[in-house]
């Protein structure tokens, strides 16, 4: 294991000197419940049984020494990554990020977020569940001998991608974006998320603006501002960095934003309550802000940013009497802007990782490689693996594979497996795919076949009469040129599996049990048939 020892070290002297660890910015439940919006907002479901042939009800288990819950869907594995990245509490150190220095908490040598998230400068000290971790894991999942193995390496990917989508969704809570440290067992422990914890089934987790992004890098910080730390810490204020005065313009301690506009002001009462049932004391004034979504291009308001009282919780810690708090209302208001932000910026992730796509068109042993990943070129080596009957998983060939969005390679060719291998194969990218310099992607592919010992494909039944109802959609196939070229084009209904959905990319390859023959679907939209 790498670095356990200075690990363990870190550990032990966290307990012996009694240093407060940092709180959490959200608790169990929420990033359980955040990670799991994500993960249906991302739709890789639909990717993994399009492209990698993982049903949304396949079960893996995990590394050993991974959360033991048993062989779980990717889904679940997703949530319980989410949920586990708060242990062991050291791990927390790293899960701050201020994007106007670029630090994070930077005690006992803590690092950024992003960083610690990413991995993406090198091996960190006691991380085994960053990005990079999740995109060797899926490799080996992908192409590891053993089958036992490849199914805890797909399972310690997903599991993996939980923990990464946990360091975004922390961002949400703005005392992780604006380095205002909240020590546990201390009147300055998170308010916010332990409120947050209790509500989160009270609060709406979907329909925020989906960003795009280049690099992961992006969902935190980038060189336009639409990141998730940057949005959290430019526009909102925490217990630690809310306003001294009350005044036009007033900024919030050591930030130039937001600032304070006297006249968005709002004075409600009882029988105003929060989110929870707790009803307003007294006459309570509240500031608002309005503020420039970057990813939407529009504009959004906080009601309740902040509040304006002679009360404020942390009066005795910070020893000064302080005007502005905040309270139940302030944190209602910014939880319905930021947790459907923070599930949507994971969906991303989740996005990002399984974006790869690539086509190819075989003829026997002969074939075509596509790079249908839209808007990126690809750098790196394919390679072509097939499972023996024991499920054993051989290389079959491989080779360098460089193309731009859209290109395709020349004639390849490939030893064809043997008798008896009915498939499928898997195609396999590692290399530097747009910004990205090591990614993995690959899809579940027909096997290459010897010219000799290929049967020859049957004739196509007569087309079938178009079924009633809406729910099933026709496609216009193109059998794989070389192949079966008498086939043609011609207008199918074809019918997803029980349960699944249809794949939104183009050059799907599938098997079409009743032409028994390997097809591509070539239709821009799932348009019915004449």
């Known amino acids: 294991m790498r670095a356990l020892r200075s690990t363990v070290a870190r550990f032990t002297l966290i307990c012996m000197v009694a240093v407060p660890v940092l709180g959490e910015a959200y608790e169990n439940e929420t990033h359980r419940q955040l990670s799991v919006t994500a993960f249906d907002l991302s739709g890789i479901a639909s990717t993994l049984q399009w ?7 396949a079960t893996f288990k995990t590394h050993l020494l ?12 997703v949530r319980l990554g989410g949920s586990a990245e708060d242990v062991p509490p050291w791990r927390v150190l790293n899960h701050f990020y201020d994007p106007i220095s670029g630090g994070g908490s930077g005690i006992l040598g803590a690092v950024a977020a992003p960083d610690w998230a990413l991995e993406d400068g090198g091996d960190l000290d006691g991380q085994r569940y960053s990005y990079k971790d999740a995109r060797d894991a899926f490799y080996r999942g992908l192409t590891a001998s053993d089958r036992d193995r490849r199914e805890r ?3 310690h990917t ?10 975004i969704q922390d961002m949400a809570q703005p005392q992780h974006t604006r380095n205002d440290l909240h020590l546990v067992h201390t009147p300055l422990e998170g308010l916010i998320e332990k409120y947050v914890e209790r509500n989160i089934r009270r609060f709406a987790l979907t329909r925020a603006p989906i960003p795009f992004v280049r690099r992961p890098r992006d969902l935190w910080a980038d060189n336009r501002g639409s990141g998730f730390a940057q949005f959290s810490n430019a526009n909102f204020v925490s217990a630690g960095t809310n306003f001294i005065a009350l005044r036009d ?3 919030a301690e050591r930030y130039a934003s937001p600032t304070l506009d006297l006249a968005l002001q709002d004075v409600v009462s009882a029988p105003a309550e929060c989110r929870d049932g707790v009803v307003a004391p007294g006459p309570m004034t509240f500031f608002a802000n309005t503020f420039l979504d970057r990813v939407s291009g529009g504009f959004l308001t906080n ?12 009066l005795i810690d910070r020893g000064r009497g302080l005007i502005f708090a905040l309270n139940c209302f302030n944190i209602d208001a910014a ?8 599930a949507a910026y994971s969906a991303v992730l989740l996005q990002y ?13 002969r074939f075509l490689l596509s790079n249908e990943t839209p808007g990126e070129a690809i750098d790196g080596r394919f390679e072509v693996y097939y499972d023996t009957p024991e499920g054993v998983r051989l290389l079959l060939t491989q080779g360098p594979l460089s193309l731009g969005p859209n290109q395709v390679t020349g004639i390849l060719q490939s030893p064809g497996v043997a008798a008896g291998i009915d498939g499928p194969c898997f195609l396999v990218f590692r290399g530097r795919m747009g910004d990205e310099a090591d990614a993995v992607t690959g899809m579940a592919i027909g096997c290459p076949r010897n010219p000799a010992t290929s049967p020859t494909p049957p004739s196509p039944p007569p087309t079938p009469p178009t079924p009633p109802g809406d729910a099933l959609y026709g496609y216009k196939v193109f059998y794989i040129e070389n192949l079966y070229p008498q086939f043609g084009e011609q207008c199918l209904i074809v019918t997803p599996p029980p349960g699944s959905t249809w794949p939104t990319m183009l050059h799907y390859q599938f098997f079409y049990a009743t032409h028994g023959v390997y097809a591509e679907i070539r239709s821009s939209a799932r348009d019915e048939c004449p």
Do not use: K
């Open 158 to 167: 997903f599991y993996t991608l939980g923990h990464v989508i946990h360091l």
């Open 303 to 314: 009601p309740r940013m902040t509040t304006y009282s002679i009360f404020d919780q942390y």
């Open 51 to 57: 492209t990698y042939g993982i049903a949304p009800d």
């Open 249 to 251: 313009g007033a900024t």
């Open 153 to 155: 390496e797909l399972g």
């Open 66 to 77: 991974d959360f033991e819950a048993g062989p779980q869907t990717p889904a679940e594995w």
């Open 353 to 365: 990782f399984f974006r790869g796509r690539l086509g190819i068109n075989m003829a026997d042993n």
């Open 335 to 342: 939880a319905d802007i930021l947790l459907p932000r923070a």
